[in-house]
């Protein structure tokens, strides 16, 4: 088993920033890859970023790019995203998920937390 617990999260103005927490335990030995996904009302969920549990190779979403990092505490097994020059259509769920092989899809996912940005 895997646990994400996810922290972070809240209310901002346009343009501010914010940084979401992730912290695995559990088998964390058999994850393979961090990633990020978000979703807004009314739309499909989204990929936001990821990057391996090991090593550094990030991949973001491309309405992210230059504004989003995704991270990496290794000592308290932790993946972050920070999040700048928000905009309101930034607004949504935000989960974190783990994948624990080389397939194409996410074993185990965090428990959401919002994100809103308001004009």
């Known amino acids: 088993q895997v646990q994400l617990v996810q922290s972070g999260g809240g209310l901002v103005q346009a343009g501010g920033s914010l940084r979401l927490s992730c912290a695995a335990s559990g088998r964390t030995n058999s994850m393979t890859v961090m990633a990020w996904f978000r979703q807004a009302p009314g739309k499909e969920r989204e990929f936001v970023a990821r990057?391996?549990?090991?090593?550094?190779?990030?991949y973001y979403g491309d309405s992210m790019k230059g504004r989003f990092t995704i991270s990496r505490d290794d000592a308290k097994n932790t993946v972050y995203l920070q999040m700048n020059n928000l905009k309101p259509e930034d607004t949504g769920v935000y989960y974190c998920?783990?994948?624990?092989?080389?397939?194409?899809?996410?074993?185990?996912w965090g428990q959401g937390t919002p994100v809103t940005v308001s004009l």
């Open positions: 998920a783990a994948r624990l092989g080389y397939h194409n899809q996410y074993d185990y």
């Open positions: 990057m391996p549990w090991s090593g550094q190779n990030p």
